[in-house]
Structure formats: structure tokens, C-alpha cells
């Protein structure tokens, strides 16, 4: 195999890949990569046997070949590396040279036959989406997923394509049992069959990383165990979560009589001032909601107190409720506007956080008790 390619065109490709390859050692295998000269394109492949991504990008092809070495180490040199071409030559028994103005390098590599390959896609239902509408998705719901919790399933992305109003509609869930986010889009073309899948969380994090936030269309298959991501030559394909996932529909409130109007700035500066001195486990923050006003208090006996008041707008009874801090501000962060609508129906209901004038996101919150 001997290629040159643009420094650049090579650089993009490792980026896509770092976050999949196995930084364990428990296959060696896993913390390499495949590359493959074809054509005029230069192949890249990456899996940890859950997860794999793939991309082609253009170089002058001089022999075709195929090449298995550490990720890591060829994106590590290649980053500091100062000229515009770089060259790339398999030699005997796996190892390689890369060339680039006067650095040269010799790496040893694997043989690339032993590198895994993930099982097809079959029997998937497709459908498009721009790139940037998905990236806006799983950004207002990834920070409501679970970590490493003992809820297998709540470790992973729902995505459900569902027909709704004469149409399709993308929606993404995500929920750690303790909060939930929830964000849809309308297709511009129906798609007949409806269908869903669990994503691992990890899956979903290096989709935001390798989809362009353009408005090129992605196209999402989702199949009986597997589901792809194809944007342009790069796509990700992710084994699916077994298991159900949770009727988050019917934690969703629905008569919430109490509505808060309060300032983006204003909210997340009173929960971070006041999370400091709030229990470090629970991170529990008082919320006394009254007619013009918030009044935000925390304590721990071991560190002291903290107040806070706020203006808002509100009309009704005064109410005290409870919240995890940190949760409170995970969804606020998402929110693009500035002002945050509040919904409840009492101080042991769950509490409805959106945009003052949206209607596809939202989050919700558990309270806690105070």
C-alpha cells in the first residue's frame, strides 16, 4: 500500500475515530485501526464491537492495500506534524512508514485481517434528517441520560420515529429516572413504518462528533439489533439496548395550574450560588415561589446557608418546593431563549422546564423532599 494524502484530510478522519477506539487491553486489536486504499479514497475503521465508525476521504491512491495501526499514535503524529502531504507506505510484516517533508516515521502494526467487523444493518427502516436538526436533538436530551446506572436501560438514547398529525415525527427521550428530557422534530418526508430503538449513551456522544451540523442530510436506519448514521462518506453503526424502555409519557404532567416566568441569567446564577453551600450528595435547593418573586435557600450543618431572591412571574399562592441543583441547571443550560417557563401542579409533582415559546422540548425534573 503507498498513499499521500493532505495533512488536514488524514486529521479529520483520526478525529472521528479517538473516542472509539479501545482504550482498555483487553483486545489489542480494539485500540487500532483499520485503513484501507481504494480507489481514490483512503478508508478509516473503528470499533470497539458496540460501537463502530467509518469514513472515506480523498488521497492519491499509488497501491492499493490495507493497513492495521494504533489510532492513537498515527493521530498523535500526524497532529504535530507541519507540512501540507503526508505518506503512508505498508512494508513487511505489518509495519509502516509515514513521511511527511523531512519527519519519518516507522510503526509497527497488526495484521489487518484480524480486525473485527460489525454485523449488517438488516431489516432497518430508513429515513433522513439534516444534520443540524439531529445535533440539536441530542443536545437538548444527552444530559439527562444515564451514568453507568444499574437501569441498564437508562444508559442509552431513545430514539422513536413516530407518525403523528398526518406525518413523521423524530423524537429523541432521554432519562435517568430522576429527570427527563424530551426533544422532536417533524420529517420533511413521512415515512410509513414507525420505529424505535435504544441508543448507548456513548453511541450518541460520537454522533454529535462526527455528524457535520449542517444542514447535509443524515440518514438513520434502524434495524432488530443494529442502527446506522450516514452523513456523506462517514457513518456510525451501534448495536441496540436490549431491553424496555421506561412509559416516560406518564410522569409527564398534564394539569400543571402553576406557571413561573423567570430570566435565563437571573435562575442560573441564584441555583449555582446557592448548590455551593447545599448538601454535596443531594445537592438540594429550596425554591419559595411567591407573587414576583423566587427565593432560593440551601444548607448543609456542616458548611452554612445560603439566600437568594430573585424577581419572576408569577400569579398565584405562595409554594416551596425542592430540586437537585444541579439537575435544575442541566436543564436550563439547554435552553436558547432568555427566559425559562416553570410548570407544576404542587410541590410533590414533577416540575415541566422549556423555552417560553417552544413546544418541541422540554425537560422534567423530580422534586425532592424539603
Known sequence: MKVKIKREEILRGLQRVQGVTEKRNTMPILSNILIEAMENNLKIFATDLELGVSGAYKADILEEGRICVSGKRLYEIIKELRDEEVSINKLENNWITLESGQSRFKIAGLPPDEFPSLPPCEEAITFSVQGKVLNYLIQKTIFAVGENDVRYILNGVLINLINKDKGSVLRVVGTDGHRLAIAETRLENSVEKEGSAVVPKKAIAEVRKIMD??????????????????????????????????????????????????????IEGALKRASILAGEKTKLVRLSIEEGRIELTSSSPEVGEAQDIIPAKYKGGAVAVGFNARYLLDAIAVIEGDEVLFEFKDQASPCLIREKESNNCLSLVMPMRI
Open 213 to 266: 451540523d449542517t444542514a447535509e442530510l443524515t440518514s438513520i436506519g434502524i434495524g432488530k439489533t443494529q442502527v446506522v448514521f450516514q452523513n456523506g462518506a462517514c457513518s456510525l453503526t451501534s448495536r441496540v439496548m436490549e431491553g424496555n424502555y421506561p412509559n416516560y409519557q406518564q410522569v409527564i404532567p398534564k394539569d400543571t395550574d402553576k406557571k413561573v416566568i423567570v430570566s435565563k441569567k437571573d
